[in-house]
């Protein structure tokens, strides 16, 4: 009778880790169209901040529509948020767009900081678009690929690894 206890006891503990590894695993989702992890794309700025705490720092736009960033650099995370609507009058504003350039974000693909462009590809096919920046008119040259599909722009340093993706809601 010990032995079937202790084999019931086995199964529950390691059921509740896979569950548990797979909450872990969705608050850190990049979910295309919809959100990073419990961030949503159309949330509040008050819903976001009670999902990421307070951010570490923010910058406003000078727009009409009231556009702000909020940034959380501990977590690799920032969003761009509008009060008014960034996409037409019946748009009810919120969050728009989610960057990340950090662990543990990745899509359900894999993809992540660290990721080779190579792998990417290999992944999602060729983008619809790619352009080549360089960040403040000095040093290396990234490149950017944009999915039109999934609304994601994936950021690569000059060695063709992942630096940052940035996802954007639907219009």
Request: hydrophobic fraction near 40%.
């Amino acid at each position: 009778m010990r032995l079937k206890t202790v084999g019931v006891a086995l199964v529950v503990l390691l059921a509740s880790g896979i569950v548990a590894a797979r909450a872990v695993a969705e608050s850190t989702l990049i979910v295309p169209r919809q959100g990073v992890g419990d961030v949503m794309f159309g949330m509040s700025a008050a819903d976001v901040y009670r999902v990421l705490g307070d951010p570490e720092r923010s910058i406003k736009y000078d727009r009409p529509q009231g556009r702000y960033t909020y940034v959380w650099d501990q977590r690799g995370i920032a969003i761009d948020y509008s009060d008014r609507g960034t996409f037409g009058r019946d748009d009810p504003g919120g969050v728009y767009r989610i960057y990340v350039w950090k662990a543990p974000w990745a899509t359900s693909d894999g993809i992540a900081v660290g990721t080779s462009l190579l792998r990417v590809q290999a992944l999602l096919g060729n983008p619809n678009q790619t352009t080549k920046v360089q960040p403040g008119g000095v040093g290396t040259i990234e490149t950017h690929f944009f999915y039109r599909t999934l609304a994601l722009w994936i950021y690569f340093n000059d060695s063709g690894i992942v630096t940052t993706i940035d996802a954007y809601r639907d219009p």
